[in-house]
């Protein structure tokens, strides 16, 4: 076994018993039984790998026995070949260990809420912005997730001044985490009558989606305001004050939600958007107070960091984080070849902690 290993591992074999034990009290809460059974399940795949490699370690030391206690040329060769394809297996399994050792982001296998907003740039921002909501409900539609408009604000000519929208599936936010930033397009505006290329750009921001056992919101810290719906231009959509914004006023951090024609379903949208941006910041500033946090080498998910650049008249896609460009524009603002950027960004973060170990 690598020494390096050998601490965390034990470590994890006492808490590995720890939980066993507190599985096995029957006055357990269904909440903690659930959190306790992943962590349980993580744990077991961690002891089941480091099972496997000392057995293998075991094995290695049998057929390099043989190679030093043998004359024998046939069982010389039989003992090479074992030695080299245990070396290899050994390979394999060090390399798992080290993923499974990585701290699991918690908000990994939770949904996730994205919010676009149009950014500098005008209506050709928010052209563009309209192109990133539909690349994203395609892309959700090939993963089968299931997504839903929470909040949505559109211009006069077709444009998203602002949407938000829900994704629930499978791993949602660990796919969708690194799209957090800002997106910068190149391209002739539709409005543009001397075909010069102009740059604008839209910012992504991506929240888990949180549920009341995440984060504790005391209804005394809230202030819940009611006001008419409108559409793109101002047009009323309703004569009923549906719309709803609340803020919680401790912090100043605030939703609205006017998307239904019942109170209510505004109310409870907006609460899921507003517990989500409250367990953003929280975590945000927790973050911040560990001095040596690890920088990702694909970047921290700040709203104003330039995270990707998409190039209509090359045909091209840029993510400057990784350095990746791609010749494949059209593919991927369908959402097609979306996860040609997302499956390098999330092996390239893999790497980084793989190092930091």
């Known amino acids: 076994m690598i020494v390096n290993f050998k601490a965390k591992l034990e470590e994890i074999t006492n ?15 269904a909440d903690n039984r659930i959190k306790l059974s992943k962590q349980f399940s993580t744990l077991e795949q961690i002891l089941l790998c480091k099972d496997d490699i000392e057995k293998s370690e075991q094995e290695l030391s049998d057929s390099k026995n043989l190679l030093t206690d043998n004359s024998d040329e046939e069982l010389l060769e039989l003992a090479k070949q074992d030695v080299k394809r245990i070396s290899q297996n050994l390979e ?28 500098t740039g005008g209506d050709e921002a928010a052209l563009f912005s309209m192109v990133l909501m539909k ?42 985490k690194y799209e957090s930033g800002v997106h910068r397009v190149q391209r002739v ?27 504790k919101i005391d209804p005394k810290d809230l202030r819940i305001d009611t006001f008419r719906s409108q559409g793109a231009g101002g047009q009323h959509v309703n ?13 100043n951090v605030v939703a609205s939600c006017q998307e239904e024609k019942s109170q209510h379903k505004n109310k409870a949208k907006a609460m899921k958007m507003l517990a989500s941006r409250l367990y953003e910041k929280t975590k945000t500033e927790n973050d911040e107070k560990i001095a ?28 400057h984080r990784i350095n990746l460009t791609l010749f494949k524009l059209e593919d991927i603002i369908s959402g097609i070849a979306l996860n040609e950027i997302i499956e390098p960004l999330l092996a390239a973060d893999l790497e980084e902690k793989i190092k930091s170990l």
């Open 15 to 29: 808490l590995h018993e720890e939980i066993q034990a507190k599985l096995s009290d029957s006055n357990i809460s």
């Open 92 to 119: 394999t399994l060090y390399n798992k260990l080290k993923i499974l050792l990585i701290p699991k982001d918690i908000d990994d296998e939770k949904n996730a809420i994205l919010e676009i907003r149009a950014g």
């Open 135 to 176: 690349m994203y409900q395609k892309y959700a539609e090939l993963k089968k997730w299931k997504f839903e408009i929470m909040s949505f604000s559109e211009t006069n000519i077709g444009g998203c001044k602002e949407a938000i929208i829900s994704f629930t599936g499978s791993d949602v936010f660990s796919q969708l």
């Open 189 to 215: 505006p539709q409005t543009e009558t001397q075909g010069r290329i102009h740059t604008s750009a839209a910012t992504v921001a991506v929240l888990p989606m949180i549920e009341e056992v995440d984060i």
């Open 239 to 251: 004569t009923t004050d549906s719309a709803v914004r609340i803020t919680h006023l401790p912090t």
């Open 292 to 319: 040596n946090k690890r920088k990702s080498m694909v970047g921290s998910g700040d709203r104003s960091e330039k995270i990707r650049s998409y190039n209509y008249p090359q045909g091209r896609v840029t993510d």
